[in-house]
């Protein structure tokens, strides 16, 4: 099966400009996380969704980032405008159940931003 | 919420060798220990996990343990290889509620020919 897809790989841009990432998951997976790795840790929760809803967004920078799940498949995670801080690894998951026990999550291959 | 801690920072063995990951947990209510290699410039892929009902699992040369009274799980890889030659994070969540993993800082683990 095709594991979960991330676009673009890389992204270099200026301070202050917006930018913008994709994650398509795994075929019928319902929930969808973001994460945030910076060079040499561990990866960090965004925002989960069940579905369409965003079920936990706590860790989310709201007053510059922002996410969306539409239709309750692909993802957008937006950054306007980025900061030089910002600058990691984005990655996406995936995994089968909204409820009941935990399930594997599935990592994409992840977005890697410089901010200049 | 939870916080995992993950010793050592970076661990380097011989081909052949056993090696050895060790996390804590502070969240007693976790009950789901996944582990995850990454390779350099990859995605984490899970390699093996525990739930808190059982305090051993092993998998060919990986096995990891749990000790649920401490609070502290570990990663044990047998006869080391180089290409067991990654980053490992190790992770703790809980069933209900907030169900995203707390990962560890992560092992650089170095397996010399």
């Known amino acids: 099966e095709a594991g979960v897809v991330q676009s673009p790989r890389y992204k270099i841009i200026e301070k202050k400009q917006p930018v913008a990432f994709w994650c398509n998951p795994i075929?019928?997976?319902?929930?969808l996380y973001w994460y945030l790795q910076n060079l040499g840790q561990g990866p960090e929760l965004l925002i989960r969704?069940?579905?369409?809803?965003?079920?936990?967004d706590s860790q989310l920078p709201k007053d510059r980032f922002s996410a969306e799940r539409l239709k309750g498949v692909d993802s957008t995670l937006k950054i306007q405008p980025a900061e030089l801080g910002d600058s990691a690894v984005y990655l996406c998951?995936?995994?089968?159940?909204?409820?009941?026990?935990?399930?594997?999550?599935?990592f994409g291959p992840g977005t890697r931003l410089t901010v200049l | 919420g939870e916080n995992v801690e993950q010793h050592p920072s970076t661990l380097s063995v011989q081909e052949g060798d056993s090696a050895v990951i060790k996390c804590t947990y502070s969240d007693s209510a976790s009950n789901y220990f996944p582990w995850y290699k990454q390779e350099l410039g990859k995605r984490p892929q899970l390699i093996i996990d525990?739930?808190?009902?059982?305090g051993e699992k092993k998998d060919q040369r990986i096995a990891v343990t749990l000790n649920k009274t401490a609070k502290h799980f570990s990663l044990h890889i047998t006869e080391t290889q180089p290409e067991d030659s990654a980053v490992y994070f190790c992770?703790?969540?809980?069933?209900?509620?907030?169900?995203?993993?707390?990962f560890g800082s992560g092992t650089r683990l170095q397996v010399q020919p």
């Open positions: 969704y069940e579905n369409e809803e965003a079920v936990d």
């Open positions: 998951a995936s995994s089968l159940s909204a409820s009941g026990s935990v399930d594997e999550q599935f």
């Open positions: 992770a703790a969540t809980r069933d209900t509620g907030r169900r995203a993993l707390t």
């Open positions: 075929s019928g997976h319902n929930t």
């Open positions: 525990i739930r808190s009902n059982v």
